[in-house]
């Protein structure tokens, strides 16, 4: 079975300019997460979809983050602009409608250096 | 809002020891699950606990749901130097479509 799969692994940018990151979730899981992962901390929870609706959007910096799973499959997260703040890890999440709520499955993850 | 406070923040040990880490919180979580993460990776789910109290293993794994509800225990046992990595608790918030809050993570380094 494939695994969650990101896009780009790896990205340098200077601050004021945008991103997108890619994930592709595992065939089947409904369930889709993008957290955020500063150096040293867990990950922080940014956005949640159940298919192609947001669940929890609660600590998405909506100013700037912005996040969409059109069909209900793949989904984008945009930064822009981006701030120094903004260097961390994004990791991508699936889980299965079935499984037990908080097991879920993570990406590699796609790590964004702001200079 | 929820904090997960994550104990020791690292350690050193000898292969073939025991290792023991703990998470604390001063909220109520319904559900305690520890991930393992490793450089470069995202984290993996090693073990989910869903009632206070449960004592789940996972090969040399064991992790104890506490009886407040407020914290959990891991233990790894005759550690070996794949153990290398760092150990998140995560606690779930919110109900059936609840979110996960993550501690800060315990960093374990073994001596071959």
């Known amino acids: 079975e494939a695994g969650v799969a990101q896009s780009p692994r790896y990205k340098i940018i200077e601050k004021r300019q945008s991103v997108a990151f890619w994930c592709n979730p595992i065939?089947?899981?409904?369930?889709l997460y993008w957290y955020q992962q500063i150096l040293g901390q867990g990950p922080k929870l940014l956005i949640q979809f159940q298919n192609n609706g947001v669940v929890d959007d609660s600590q998405l910096p909506k100013d700037r983050f912005s996040a969409e799973r059109l069909k209900g499959v793949d989904s984008t997260l945009k930064i822009q602009p981006a701030k120094l703040e903004d260097s961390a890890v994004y990791l991508c999440?699936?889980?299965?409608?079935?499984?037990?709520?908080?097991?879920?499955?993570f990406g590699e993850g796609s790590r964004l250096t702001v200079l | 809002g929820q904090q997960l406070n994550q104990s020791p923040q690292s350690m050193f040990i000898q292969e073939g020891e025991d290792v023991s880490m703990n998470c604390t919180s001063s909220?109520?979580?319904?559900?305690w699950l520890w991930y393992k993460q490793d450089p470069g990776e995202g984290p993996v789910l090693l073990i989910a606990l869903y009632k206070a109290g449960e004592l789940t293993s996972n090969g040399r794994l064991t992790a104890q749901f506490g009886i407040t509800r407020k914290d959990s225990f891991l233990n790894i046992s005759a550690s070996i130097p794949s153990d290398v990595g760092i150990y998140f608790c995560?606690?779930?918030?919110?109900?059936?479509?609840?979110?996960?809050?993550f501690g800060k993570g315990t960093k374990l380094s073994v001596k071959p």
């Open positions: 909220s109520i979580f319904n559900t």
């Open positions: 995560a606690g779930l918030y919110g109900g059936s479509q609840g979110n996960l809050i």
């Open positions: 999440a699936s889980s299965p409608r079935l499984a037990h709520a908080g097991e879920l499955f």
């Open positions: 065939s089947g899981h409904a369930t």
